[in-house]
């Protein structure tokens, strides 16, 4: 079945290190990727998106996502990242024509 | 960017009954969606909303159990129907933009005892 799959369910890093969140699609032809985070409490909001072009792409927040078409992976990564940044993230695919869809979601708790 | 709102945040419901949601976006619309995300999984799309038209329900979900209302091009309404506890979730109501990224509302936290 076609899928959106984050590997990780929860990642605990402590501040400023490095972090680098999975995504993987299975869906064939063109498709439009994205992260969105959700903070505590908060609504979905969108870090980032690729549509065409340049597959490295940079969002809000220092957070960058790079697409390798070979490997359909959309992973989602931040230099360093700070306690405010604990949050649900959520990797999206937006097939051709169609709708959108999620992958289960990454809890990251950032300890100060 | 839309702005998003939703009635109601939350609300605890007893089985049975029904609970119907309310959404309102700051501009006009073609596509409404209707999203559900369950405890600790990920969102579900329940719905496609155009106005004019009926509700477009993905596989599982159904008109007579999440009756959806599109009037107008700003509002919508999802009403869960003879609820159960296995209904409880956020349900999420969210618009496209311009470029394809989809606005959420706060969504509504749904509790069915």
């Known amino acids: 079945a076609q899928s959106v799959s984050q590997h990780n369910h929860h990642v605990i890093l402590s501040e400023a290190a490095s972090l680098e969140l999975g995504c993987n699609y299975s869906?064939?032809?063109?498709?439009?990727l994205f992260w969105y985070v959700q903070y505590p409490g908060q609504h979905l909001q969108l870090l980032l998106k690729?549509?065409?072009?340049?597959?490295l792409v940079k969002g809000i927040k220092g957070f960058e996502a790079e697409f390798i078409k070979s490997k359909f992976s959309f992973n989602l990564r931040k230099p360093s990242v700070q306690w405010s940044d604990t949050a649900e993230y959520f990797c999206?695919?937006?097939?051709?024509?169609?709708?959108?869809?999620f992958g289960a979601g990454t809890r990251l708790t950032v300890k100060p | 960017s839309a702005v998003i709102s939703q009635k109601p945040s939350r609300d605890i419901c007893q089985r049975g009954t029904s609970l119907t949601i309310q959404c309102q976006v700051d501009?006009?619309?073609?596509?409404m969606f209707w999203y559900r995300q369950q405890p600790g999984q990920s969102l579900t799309l329940i719905a496609t909303?155009?106005?004019?038209?009926?509700?477009?329900?993905e596989s599982g979900f159904v008109i007579d159990k999440f009756p959806i209302s599109r009037p107008n091009l700003t509002f919508s309404t999802l009403t869960v129907s003879n609820m159960s506890p296995e209904d409880s979730s956020i349900y999420l109501c969210?618009?496209?933009?311009?470029?394809?990224?989809?606005?959420f509302g706060e969504g509504s936290r749904l509790t069915v005892l």
């Open positions: 969210s618009v496209e933009g311009d470029t394809g990224e989809l606005f």
């Open positions: 869906y064939g032809g063109t498709v439009n």
């Open positions: 690729y549509f065409s072009g340049d597959p």
């Open positions: 999206a695919v937006n097939p051709y024509n169609n709708d959108m869809r």
């Open positions: 501009s006009q619309v073609t596509m």
């Open positions: 909303a155009n106005q004019g038209s009926e509700a477009t329900y």
